[in-house]
Every structure is written in C-alpha cells, then in structure tokens.
C-alpha cells in the first residue's frame, strides 16, 4: 500500500517532553503517525536520543487551539507594567541604604532555606 | 485584499526582520522555493547516512561501531524533522509525506553531490565525519536565522546534534593522524578523493536566480562563495596542522583580497552528476532507499490499524 492512499490515517502529532518531575512539559516538535502509541514511540526516537526526560505528551495537531499570530493586539501591554515586575521597584535598595540594610531578594531566602539548619 | 498588497505586506514583514509561521500568508514563490530547498535538505540527510552506513558493519572497534551507527540514526532523525516542515508548507499545494520521498526515485529531487560519492576505506567516513560534515555544518549554521521559523526551530535541534558528529569525526582523523604510516597514507588518499566534491558542494560561485530570491525573502543570507571561503579558512589550516596536503596546487590565501584561491572543480561534470544522478554509488543507493521504502510499505499499513494503547500496558 502507498501511504499516499494511507492519507487521512496518518496524522501529524505535536510533542511535548517533560525532562524532570519538576519541570512543565516543553514542546520540541512534531511527528507523523497513524496512531497516538506510534507517536509516542517516534517522539522518542526523534526528540530523546540523547536527553533524559521522564514523560512525553503527543496531541493531534488539529487539536490544539492557538491564538492567530497576526493579532499582536491580543498580546499588547498597553501601558507600562513596571509596578508588575521587580524591576519597578528597583530603587528599595537606595531606600533601605538609609535604615543601614541591603536589598532582599527571593533567591536569598532559597538560599536560606537550601543552608539547611 | 489583493495579492499584491499582501505580497507588499509581506516584503515588509521580511525586511523588518519578522519570523514567518507555516500559518502566516506568503507568496506562493516564497512557499514553493523553500519547499524544494528543505525537500532536498531532508532528502540530503537521508541520503547522507548510506556512505556511512556502509561503514557501520565494517567499523574497527565495538566504540567506532556505536559511533557510527548514532550518527547514521542522528541523520535519519534529520531527514524526518525536516521532512514534517516540508510536508507543511507543501499541504496547501497537495504535496504528501509520500510524494517527498518518492521524489528522490523519479528524480524530482536532488542530494548533494558528496552523497553520490563511494567511500571506499575508514579513512573516507572519518573525512566524511570531519569535512564533509564540517561543510554540511557551515552551511546549515548559515541557515540559523533564517526567514521562516519552523524551519528555523528545527536548524536548532540539528546543529546541537552536528557538534557530536563534529566531534566523532575528527576522533575518527585524529586516530588515522597519529597512527602508522599506512594509515596517514589512507587519510591523505581519502582527501585527495574527496577535496573535489567538498569544493563543489557549496554550489556554484555565482549566483543563481532562485539564490537570488531567496536571500530576497531572508530564506538564506549568505552566499554560497561566502560559505565556502569561511569553510576553507576554518579547515585548510587544520588539515595541514596534521601533515596532510589539499590536493590543489593552486589553493592560496591571496592577503590583498582576503580570500582563498582554489582550482575550480569540473562544475559541469558534478552538476550532471547530481542532476542526472550518474554518480559512482547513486543508483546503488536511490535502490536500496526505493527498496527500504517499498519493502517496509506493509508496516506503513499495519500501523493505519494499531490501536491507541498506552505505552507500559
């Protein structure tokens, strides 16, 4: 049988591989396969060669629901957000100068908490 | 809106950098001209493991065998994430999964020269490992940032890949340099067959109409004498680091240009070559690719039937 007749069976699959228990599933591409178990093992075979991972998803393609790329409204940030992210309050380290004290940050507190004790 | 706004539109998309989605408009020239240029990429990698696989039963040691056999799969691996981008920007000109490989039978598509070439001795799939990839490796780092992102994406994956065979190779170079006389012998008979096909493969010094376009639309931006002289400035001092002499007498750096002087290879005798495909190992390799893939036609069907089981169960 020519594959071509075959069309229609064979979908592609987009693949999604999750390295460690701590991390989200990542895309990495996609495969062609007649079926989701054939899939999963050509998603292997094709993005696992080499990296450990402990878990892969395949989704039909037609499955997925993505936003249209040429609405880049949808994605606007209309005005600054700077109140938002850490950097819009940059200037606490200046302010706490003044009460003899530096700059906390999260990864500080990680730190502590990795020390143990 | 009419085509040619949208052709305008697009233009301008390509000129102010943008990244162009499988979803996203294009002119169907754009979309026609990167199909046959991924089809033959993807269809190069696939050719492109036969010299080497060759080598996989014959390989000195059980490490050189376990090499080589990961690089025959690195490159099938290619073969297929490329083909899955050709397949889709060929679905709205009714081009099939099918179609791409069978094209390489008819003779619709082209591989690259160096792939209808034999390698006849170790010493030619470690050269194959070192410079033929080390060509491959210049001209596909080239593409990086290239105008359409799927393919763009998939570049990414394959160069991590290539800096293992760019490693494997030179291991492979590095043992014949540093061993017998008979066997630096071997490497340097190895080059001299193989000097003129890695000249050649960068493709002609001028530039073509459909190069032409495609640095036009950002699908490449360098030009194929560009590639090769960055390729002769990186390789030529390492080949002759190791006491081995480029069979070109000619070959030179020419200091007030700033560019390597080379003997042209016989332009027309490697173009019919790939062309026609009447190279030494062309028709003995499209047969046993006709033969893989005619023969294994009956999994391609089993597999229309397995049913969604979990894998473990």
């Known amino acids: 049988m020519q594959l071509k007749e075959a069309e229609g069976l064979y979908h592609p699959y987009e693949v999604f591989v999750q390295y460690d228990h701590l991390a989200h599933h990542q895309h990495v591409g996609s495969v062609l396969a007649a079926s989701p178990d054939i899939a999963l093992q050509l998603a292997r075979e094709n993005f696992l060669r080499r990296d450990k991972a402990v878990n892969i998803w395949v989704v039909r393609k037609d499955h997925i629901h993505a936003t249209p790329y040429d609405v880049p409204e949808f994605f606007a940030n209309e005005f600054d957000k700077d109140y938002r992210r850490v950097d819009g309050y940059a200037d606490n380290a200046r302010r706490w100068k003044a009460f003899k004290q530096k700059a906390l940050h999260i990864e500080d507190i990680v730190n502590d908490l990795e020390k143990g004790g | 809106m009419d085509s040619e706004r949208l052709h305008e539109q697009f233009m301008e998309r390509i000129r102010r950098g943008e990244k162009i989605e499988a979803t996203d408009w294009m002119p169907d020239d754009y979309r026609k001209l990167l199909l046959k240029f991924i089809q033959m990429h993807g269809v190069s990698e696939i050719m492109g493991a036969f010299p080497e696989k060759e080598w996989v039963p014959k390989a000195p040691t059980l490490r050189r065998k376990l090499g080589i056999m990961s690089k025959v799969q690195d490159e099938m691996g290619h073969g297929q994430l490329l083909l899955r981008v050709a397949e889709e920007l060929g679905a709205p000109l009714g081009v099939t999964r099918e179609q791409l490989i069978t094209d390489i039978f008819t003779g619709r598509t082209k591989f690259h020269n160096v792939f209808h070439m034999a390698s006849p001795t170790w010493a030619d799939a470690g050269v194959i490992g070192w410079l033929v990839d080390g060509a491959a490796i210049v001209s596909q780092a080239a593409l990086l940032d290239t105008s359409y992102a799927p393919y763009a994406r998939v570049l990414k994956r394959i160069c991590a890949e290539e800096s293992f065979h760019m490693q494997h190779g030179e291991s492979i170079i590095l043992s014949l340099a540093e061993g017998t006389q008979a066997q630096r012998q071997m ?32 699908i490449r931006e360098k030009t194929n004498e560009e590639l090769r002289q960055k390729f002769l400035s990186r390789y030529v001092p390492r080949i002759r680091s190791l006491g081995l002499t480029v069979p070109d007498p000619n070959l030179h750096f020419d200091e007030s240009t700033g560019k390597w002087v080379y003997t042209q290879p016989d332009w027309e005798k490697f173009g019919r070559m790939v062309r026609d495909n009447t190279g030494p190992k062309s028709q003995e390799r499209i ?26 169960v």
């Open chain 2, 287 to 312: 047969a046993l690719r006709r033969q893989a893939h005619e023969g294994q036609a009956w999994v391609r069907e089993a597999m229309t039937r397995s049913t969604a089981v979990p894998v473990g």
């Open chain 2, 187 to 218: 490497l340097q008979d190895a080059l001299n067959r193989w000097w003129d096909s890695l000249i050649f493969f960068f493709g002609p010094p001028e530039i073509s109409e459909s190069a032409r376009r495609m640095m036009e639309y950002r």
